[in-house]
Protein backbone atom coordinates (compact mmCIF):
# COMPACT_ATOMS: atom_id res chain seq x y z
CA UNK A 1 0.00 0.00 0.00
CA UNK A 2 3.16 2.31 0.59
CA UNK A 3 4.24 2.02 -2.71
CA UNK A 4 0.82 2.64 -3.84
CA UNK A 5 0.33 5.63 -2.16
CA UNK A 6 3.82 6.71 -3.54
CA UNK A 7 2.38 7.58 -6.74
CA UNK A 8 -0.28 9.85 -6.04
CA UNK A 9 0.21 13.37 -5.20
CA UNK A 10 0.14 14.78 -1.45
CA UNK A 11 -3.15 15.34 -0.02
CA UNK A 12 -1.50 18.74 0.48
CA UNK A 13 -0.83 19.23 -2.44
CA UNK A 14 -4.29 18.82 -3.96
CA UNK A 15 -6.70 21.57 -4.49
CA UNK A 16 -10.27 21.38 -2.27
CA UNK A 17 -12.84 19.17 -4.84
CA UNK A 18 -10.11 17.36 -6.39
CA UNK A 19 -10.69 13.86 -7.42
CA UNK A 20 -7.22 12.04 -8.30
CA UNK A 21 -7.72 8.17 -9.64
CA UNK A 22 -5.39 6.22 -11.96
CA UNK A 23 -6.51 3.41 -14.70
CA UNK A 24 -5.72 0.00 -16.11
CA UNK A 25 -7.30 -1.62 -18.77
CA UNK A 26 -6.71 -5.07 -16.56
CA UNK A 27 -8.41 -4.37 -13.68
CA UNK A 28 -11.67 -4.99 -14.50
CA UNK A 29 -11.12 -8.92 -15.34
CA UNK A 30 -8.62 -9.77 -12.33
CA UNK A 31 -10.67 -11.76 -10.22
CA UNK A 32 -8.67 -10.28 -7.00
CA UNK A 33 -9.33 -6.73 -7.86
CA UNK A 34 -12.53 -5.76 -6.47
CA UNK A 35 -11.34 -7.14 -2.90
CA UNK A 36 -8.28 -5.78 -3.19
CA UNK A 37 -9.96 -2.08 -3.71
CA UNK A 38 -12.15 -2.83 -1.47
CA UNK A 39 -9.51 -3.18 1.53
CA UNK A 40 -8.23 -0.14 0.40
CA UNK A 41 -10.98 1.93 0.25
CA UNK A 42 -14.49 0.90 0.68
CA UNK A 43 -15.32 3.98 -0.57
CA UNK A 44 -13.78 4.04 -3.80
CA UNK A 45 -15.81 5.09 -7.16
CA UNK A 46 -14.99 3.11 -10.47
CA UNK A 47 -15.61 4.10 -13.73
CA UNK A 48 -15.74 0.31 -16.45
CA UNK A 49 -15.31 2.39 -19.67
CA UNK A 50 -16.94 -0.61 -21.94
CA UNK A 51 -15.94 -0.98 -25.40
CA UNK A 52 -17.71 -3.69 -28.10
CA UNK A 53 -15.78 -6.83 -27.30
CA UNK A 54 -15.43 -8.09 -30.79
CA UNK A 55 -13.34 -4.46 -31.66
CA UNK A 56 -11.69 -4.55 -28.29
CA UNK A 57 -10.40 -8.18 -28.84
CA UNK A 58 -8.72 -7.27 -32.18
CA UNK A 59 -7.17 -4.17 -30.98
CA UNK A 60 -5.80 -6.02 -28.29
CA UNK A 61 -4.55 -8.57 -30.67
CA UNK A 62 -2.73 -6.39 -32.60
CA UNK A 63 -1.44 -4.83 -29.22
CA UNK A 64 0.29 -7.55 -28.69
CA UNK A 65 1.33 -8.79 -32.06
CA UNK A 66 3.14 -4.86 -31.87
CA UNK A 67 5.19 -5.70 -29.23
CA UNK A 68 6.37 -9.07 -30.03
CA UNK A 69 4.68 -10.63 -27.82
CA UNK A 70 1.95 -12.68 -29.90
CA UNK A 71 3.66 -14.89 -32.68
CA UNK A 72 -0.06 -16.63 -34.11
CA UNK A 73 -2.20 -15.12 -36.91
CA UNK A 74 -4.84 -13.52 -35.27
CA UNK A 75 -7.74 -16.12 -36.01
CA UNK A 76 -5.18 -19.23 -34.41
CA UNK A 77 -4.94 -16.70 -31.85
CA UNK A 78 -8.35 -16.16 -31.25
CA UNK A 79 -9.27 -20.33 -31.48
CA UNK A 80 -6.52 -21.29 -29.06
CA UNK A 81 -7.32 -18.57 -26.12
CA UNK A 82 -8.45 -20.76 -24.28
CA UNK A 83 -5.98 -23.98 -24.52
CA UNK A 84 -3.35 -21.21 -23.71
CA UNK A 85 -4.34 -19.18 -21.08
CA UNK A 86 -6.87 -21.67 -19.03
CA UNK A 87 -4.48 -23.01 -16.78
CA UNK A 88 -3.34 -19.79 -15.94
CA UNK A 89 -6.42 -18.50 -14.86
CA UNK A 90 -7.08 -21.32 -12.61
CA UNK A 91 -3.50 -20.42 -10.94
CA UNK A 92 -4.68 -16.10 -10.28
CA UNK A 93 -7.97 -17.78 -9.10
CA UNK A 94 -6.21 -19.71 -6.44
CA UNK A 95 -3.13 -17.83 -5.71
CA UNK A 96 -3.76 -14.11 -5.55
CA UNK A 97 -0.04 -13.47 -6.07
CA UNK A 98 0.47 -15.33 -9.37
CA UNK A 99 0.99 -13.11 -11.85
CA UNK A 100 0.42 -14.16 -15.87
CA UNK A 101 1.71 -12.61 -18.57
CA UNK A 102 0.61 -15.60 -20.74
CA UNK A 103 -3.08 -14.42 -19.62
CA UNK A 104 -2.62 -10.93 -19.49
CA UNK A 105 -1.31 -11.17 -23.27
CA UNK A 106 -3.63 -13.36 -24.68
CA UNK A 107 -7.11 -13.17 -22.91
CA UNK A 108 -8.73 -11.51 -25.87
CA UNK A 109 -12.10 -13.11 -25.77
CA UNK A 110 -12.34 -13.25 -22.56
CA UNK A 111 -11.92 -9.82 -21.27
CA UNK A 112 -14.66 -9.12 -23.65
CA UNK A 113 -17.04 -11.09 -21.38
CA UNK A 114 -18.18 -7.81 -19.15
CA UNK A 115 -21.45 -9.24 -17.38
CA UNK A 116 -19.28 -11.59 -15.47
CA UNK A 117 -16.17 -9.09 -14.22
CA UNK A 118 -19.05 -6.30 -13.27
CA UNK A 119 -20.89 -8.87 -11.55
CA UNK A 120 -18.14 -9.44 -9.12
CA UNK A 121 -17.10 -6.65 -8.60
CA UNK A 122 -21.19 -5.69 -7.46
CA UNK A 123 -20.52 -8.53 -4.75
CA UNK A 124 -18.09 -5.84 -3.36
CA UNK A 125 -19.37 -2.21 -4.08
CA UNK A 126 -23.15 -1.03 -4.16
CA UNK A 127 -24.04 -0.08 -7.34
CA UNK A 128 -24.33 3.80 -6.75
CA UNK A 129 -20.23 3.55 -6.72
CA UNK A 130 -20.15 1.90 -10.03
CA UNK A 131 -20.13 4.07 -13.10
CA UNK A 132 -20.67 2.41 -16.58
CA UNK A 133 -19.75 3.58 -19.86
CA UNK A 134 -20.08 2.62 -23.62
CA UNK A 135 -17.43 3.95 -25.34
CA UNK A 136 -18.85 4.17 -28.91
CA UNK A 137 -20.70 7.25 -27.00
CA UNK A 138 -17.87 8.55 -25.46
CA UNK A 139 -16.45 8.41 -29.32
CA UNK A 140 -19.58 10.17 -30.72
CA UNK A 141 -20.23 13.03 -27.50
CA UNK A 142 -16.83 12.83 -25.46
CA UNK A 143 -18.08 16.18 -23.59
CA UNK A 144 -21.15 14.33 -22.37
CA UNK A 145 -19.63 11.47 -21.64
CA UNK A 146 -17.18 13.45 -19.70
CA UNK A 147 -19.76 15.72 -17.47
CA UNK A 148 -21.49 12.29 -16.52
CA UNK A 149 -17.98 11.41 -15.04
CA UNK A 150 -17.71 14.66 -13.36
CA UNK A 151 -21.35 14.42 -11.55
CA UNK A 152 -20.44 10.90 -10.67
CA UNK A 153 -17.57 12.14 -8.82
CA UNK A 154 -18.67 15.03 -7.49
CA UNK A 155 -16.10 17.69 -8.91
CA UNK A 156 -16.91 20.66 -10.79
CA UNK A 157 -15.01 21.26 -14.58
CA UNK A 158 -14.77 23.89 -16.66
CA UNK A 159 -16.17 22.79 -20.54
CA UNK A 160 -13.05 22.18 -22.80
CA UNK A 161 -10.38 22.18 -19.89
CA UNK A 162 -9.55 18.89 -21.07
CA UNK A 163 -8.47 17.82 -24.52
CA UNK A 164 -10.76 14.88 -25.80
CA UNK A 165 -9.32 14.35 -28.99
CA UNK A 166 -8.50 11.10 -30.13
CA UNK A 167 -5.24 9.69 -29.09
CA UNK A 168 -3.25 6.49 -30.65
CA UNK A 169 -6.04 5.74 -33.55
CA UNK A 170 -4.72 2.11 -34.90
CA UNK A 171 -5.06 1.78 -38.35
CA UNK A 172 -5.57 -2.31 -37.88
CA UNK A 173 -8.73 -1.98 -38.68
CA UNK A 174 -8.67 -1.94 -42.60
CA UNK A 175 -6.64 -5.05 -42.17
CA UNK A 176 -9.02 -7.64 -40.30
CA UNK A 177 -10.73 -10.38 -42.20
CA UNK A 178 -13.87 -10.16 -42.43
CA UNK A 179 -14.58 -13.97 -41.05
CA UNK A 180 -12.40 -13.09 -38.02
CA UNK A 181 -15.39 -10.55 -37.41
CA UNK A 182 -17.84 -12.56 -37.88
CA UNK A 183 -15.82 -15.27 -35.45
CA UNK A 184 -16.07 -12.53 -32.28
CA UNK A 185 -19.39 -11.26 -33.62
CA UNK A 186 -21.06 -14.59 -33.28
CA UNK A 187 -18.74 -15.59 -29.84
CA UNK A 188 -19.95 -12.97 -27.75
CA UNK A 189 -23.50 -13.28 -28.63
CA UNK A 190 -24.39 -14.90 -25.88
CA UNK A 191 -22.42 -12.59 -23.40
CA UNK A 192 -23.78 -9.91 -25.28
CA UNK A 193 -26.94 -10.51 -23.79
CA UNK A 194 -25.76 -11.37 -20.68
CA UNK A 195 -24.70 -7.85 -20.31
CA UNK A 196 -27.40 -6.48 -21.48
CA UNK A 197 -30.05 -8.45 -19.09
CA UNK A 198 -27.65 -7.24 -15.73
CA UNK A 199 -27.74 -3.49 -16.79
CA UNK A 200 -31.55 -4.04 -17.80
CA UNK A 201 -31.98 -5.92 -14.62
CA UNK A 202 -30.00 -3.39 -12.30
CA UNK A 203 -31.85 -0.41 -13.97
CA UNK A 204 -35.40 -2.02 -13.63
CA UNK A 205 -34.18 -2.18 -9.74
CA UNK A 206 -32.98 1.16 -9.60
CA UNK A 207 -36.33 2.40 -10.70
CA UNK A 208 -38.35 0.31 -8.32
CA UNK A 209 -36.17 1.49 -5.66
Given at each position: EGWYRSNFPLHSS???GCAIGEASPYYLIHPHTPRRILEFSPAMKIIMLLRDPSERAISHYHHERARGREPLPIGEALRREEERTAIHWQRMLE???YY???HRSYS???RGCYAEQIARHLDYFDRSQILILDSQEMFREPQHVLETVWTFLEVHAEPGCIDIGAKNRGEYQRRVDPAV???LDNYFEVPNQQLQDLLQDESSASRAA
Amino acid sequence: EGWYRSNFPLHSSTQPGCAIGEASPYYLIHPHTPRRILEFSPAMKIIMLLRDPSERAISHYHHERARGREPLPIGEALRREEERTAIHWQRMLEDENYYSRIHRSYSYKQRGCYAEQIARHLDYFDRSQILILDSQEMFREPQHVLETVWTFLEVHAEPGCIDIGAKNRGEYQRRVDPAVRDYLDNYFEVPNQQLQDLLQDESSASRAA
